[in-house]
């Protein structure tokens, strides 16, 4: 089946530890992106990339990282430098056409103890 | 800086019934895309209703309707014959053309279609 698939769904994690979230997908799209949602909030941009190799920061970078070494996957990493991680992350792709649609992975609830 | 907002936290609705969710939004952009996405319970989200912002047209999908009125920058949603399944937190969103095509979220309304 064609989607975007995020792991793990639940991720715990202790202060001062650094953690990756994966996200995949197999829709041959160019563009990924990650935001982040906070209870009674939109999402909020962390990064995002139009092609492999490249990416930029979004609205909220600070404290994350990611990388685009594949057109597939597009992993995050929350950094210890990140003051409050805990929060629901969801990734999207969009495909070749400028403005296209977004669509959604099913997210990573993370959780600092 | 393109703002959405949605006036309405919560909302509910019998079933069978219409209901209206509002969005506002603000840009200097003569031409943009509008989103309208559904988060159920499950937290997954779902895209339910796009509009192009040339496209004087209100864009439907089956029970799911705009109105979009561009020269108040005005984005309603209109949802007829509401279902159970209707329940959900619904986003509007402002494509940023200038920013990868990222998506500008409203901070959403809950919607609760009761029996």
């Known amino acids: 089946d064609g989607g975007i698939t995020q792991s793990p769904k639940y991720l715990f994690r202790k202060e001062g530890q650094n953690v990756t979230l994966s996200c995949e997908q197999n829709l041959n799209h160019d563009a990924m992106y990650w935001y982040r949602q906070d209870p009674g909030q939109g999402l909020r941009l962390i990064y995002y990339s139009q092609i492999v190799n490249d990416f930029q920061k979004g609205d909220i970078a600070e404290g994350y990282s990611v990388s685009r070494e594949k057109k597939e996957s597009f992993p995050l990493t929350v950094t210890s430098a990140q003051k409050n991680p805990t929060a629901f992350y969801l990734c999207?792709?969009?495909?070749?056409?400028?403005?296209?649609?977004?669509?959604f992975g099913p997210g990573t609830r993370l959780t600092v103890l | 800086a393109q703002t959405v907002t949605q006036s309405q936290p919560e909302m509910s609705v019998q079933e069978a019934e219409t209901v209206t969710l509002s969005c506002t939004y603000d840009?200097?952009?003569?031409?943009?895309?509008l989103f309208w996405y559904k988060q159920p319970p499950s937290r997954q989200m779902i895209l339910v209703i796009r509009?192009?912002?040339?496209?004087?047209q209100n864009a439907t999908e089956n029970r799911f309707s705009v109105n979009f009125q561009k020269a108040a920058k005005s984005f309603s949603l209109k949802i007829s014959d509401s279902q159970l399944g209707d329940t959900a937190m619904y986003f509007c969103a402002f494509m940023r053309l200038n920013s990868g095509y990222a998506l500008n979220f409203g901070k959403g309304t809950s919607l609760l279609v009761t029996p």
């Open positions: 840009t200097s952009e003569s031409n943009y895309y």
């Open positions: 999207a792709s969009s495909g070749q056409e400028k403005a296209d649609t977004q669509y």
């Open positions: 509009q192009e912002a040339y496209k004087q």
